[in-house]
């Protein structure tokens, strides 16, 4: 997994041990960011910061109304943004300053559908879809308000994506990777709450011992918000009871703190690699699971109310 860098962070180690962030940008006083990153928590304090930062600057043209920069600035603090999850306004946040660091001090309205043709058709078709979803994201919000009068990016769709990029772990790697990672190690135990939730990384990391209930495992995605009622299968109850957990997260570092998204996605990484499996990765084994669940005769509206996708 590609780790989302967020620009303007400055951060430490206190000296009782404790990470300290704060956003810093020349000329502005420095801010402090609570929670981790990525947490809603922190976003909304990143968002005020970027937001009251920009908006501000004194003799920037970048920043005058009708410009982009400016646009960045206001959507950042609008609903239609900050009701994103987390993970989302990280990803979206990362294209639209290299967005804005490149087209920044031009007026929003100048921007035309050969424009956005040519930005989407130098990116890659993963990178493409990425960046259409964020810019129109802010062209809906600038037509809402009224700072343009027509969106660019409605004449585009999508950029299709070659069938099969992400790899579907076979059976023969999952036991190359049991035979690597012992039961009782995170990094079993990562793998088989991937593989028996089917859920997403971000799902899986925010799990512990109190979403379990009489054998029922209940979760709410973070990324769509729904509600999901899983049964624990007994071969991962079987490895949660021998592995060592957090009180309130079964996966948690080794200093006893939650994972990011971030943190995990690239221990994972390194834990495949170890197995001698660099083409796996935490998304492959969601597909596993869902061909393990079609072998039991699921049907495609089971397979999808299990993985928590929207029909």
Not at 200 to 220: A, D, F, W
Not at 284 to 295: S, V
Request: aromatic share 8%; proline share 5%.
């Amino acid at each position: 997994m590609r780790a989302v860098r967020l620009p303007f962070i400055q951060e430490y180690r206190d000296r009782h041990g404790r990470v300290r962030r704060y956003f810093r940008r020349r000329g502005a006083r420095l801010i402090p960011l609570p929670g981790k990153v990525g947490s809603p928590e922190f976003m909304t304090a990143y968002n005020a910061a970027v937001a009251t930062t920009t908006v501000h600057e004194v003799g920037k043209t970048r920043s005058a109304p009708g410009m982009v920069s400016a646009a960045i600035a206001f959507y950042y603090k609008d609903n239609r943004f900050t009701s994103l999850a987390s993970g989302t306004q990280m990803s979206r946040r990362a294209i639209l300053e290299r967005f804005r660091a490149d087209h920044g001090d031009k007026r929003l309205a100048g921007l035309q559908k050969q424009h956005v043709a040519a930005i989407l058709g130098a990116k890659k078709p993963f990178a493409a879809r990425n960046w259409l979803k964020a810019l129109r994201g802010l062209m809906q919000f600038a037509v809402a308000t009224g700072l343009i009068g027509s969106d660019p990016t409605t004449a585009f769709e999508p950029a299709k994506t070659k069938a099969g990029r992400i790899h579907t772990w076979t059976e023969t790697e999952i036991e190359q990777y049991e035979a690597r990672h012992p039961i009782g190690s995170r990094a079993r135990l990562a793998m088989e709450l991937l593989l028996y939730t089917g859920q997403r990384l971000s799902n899986v990391i925010r799990m512990g011992p109190q979403h379990i209930r009489g054998g029922v495992l209940s979760v709410t995605q973070q990324k769509t918000g729904t509600e999901l009622v899983l049964p624990v299968h007994p071969r991962l109850a079987e490895i949660i009871a021998a592995t060592e957990c957090g009180h309130l997260a079964f996966l948690v570092t080794s200093a006893g703190a939650p994972f990011s998204a971030t943190r995990f996605g690239n221990l994972f990484r390194e834990w495949c690699d170890a197995a001698g499996l660099p083409q796996c990765s935490a998304h492959g084994l969601r597909k596993a699971a869902c061909r393990r669940l079609a072998k039991t005769g699921c049907s495609a509206r089971r397979l999808r109310r299990s993985a928590g996708t929207r029909a």
